[in-house]
């Protein structure tokens, strides 16, 4: 019993299989990127699904003016666009519509995108997948850049969008023409839109700060246990070998007959006839 005694401090507390999360602020955080991705997953899919009707009416109707997919509202002329000088500065630019439906390829590649980024959050609110919240980290940050962009492009007085091809199927004239139909409340839901998301990255920021401490303090309490459980097995190893050689060598001269000293040396002699018997070519 006192021999075991010995070894009791040699099992130390079982460490957790990943690192503790005991931030308070923890849950919420996980709660509230939760909600915001499955609205941000929703309206991807809205936005994919508006993007496959459109191009199908396209297809059907062939784009333009033909009055087949809701491309029946033609092209402003080039001097409403561009001021008295439209004519000349439409040559320049360019051409006034382009070959492809690129309005439609942009919905659907945004709602793509954004339901990417949703996934990604979905995922990375998870202890254990610090790597898919930092990904998601920046989709967002991406997908803030480019709303922040197309909202100053829509909202605001500028000669650049005189210089982007009409979409042949005509929903870019029809963007802009509801957009400035409803300036007010399209501003309205872009900066409630941008400040949401804004929150949702603040709030997966310190989730990822959260879970990159509770990690690095795992790893630290790692080594602690591995270096307390190393000095430990040193310990027992010298108790056990060095207090005891006395007791060890009276045993073998009083149980035995054999002087540890005797025994020692015929131990080498052995191992050195061992090794020339390996040696030896036959």
Sequence with gaps: ??????????????????????????PLLRLLLRAFNVVLAAAALL???????????YRRGGGGDSGGGGGDAPAPPPEAVLGGGGVALASVVGPRVASFPWFIYSVGGTGA????????GLAGVKRGRRGRLAAYIVLLAGLMLAEAGATLLLLTDNEW???????????WAQAQAFVQANARGCRLVAVATLGAELAALAAACWLHAIYTAAYEAWLDDREEQTERTRELLNRAVVQTYAGDSGNWQSRLRSKYGVDPSSLEAATAAARQT?????????
């Design 1 to 26: 019993m006192a021999q075991l005694g010995r070894y009791e401090a040699l099992a130390p507390e079982p460490l957790p299989a990943g690192p503790r999360v005991t931030n308070p602020a923890a």
């Design 47 to 57: 936005m994919i699904g508006s993007a496959l009707w459109m191009a199908e009416q």
């Design 113 to 120: 995108y954004c339901f990417a980024a949703a996934l990604c």
């Design 161 to 171: 969008r005189a210089r982007i091809p009409d979409d042949p199927s005509g929903r």
């Design 274 to 282: 061992a090794a020339l018997r390996v040696g030896d070519p036959q």
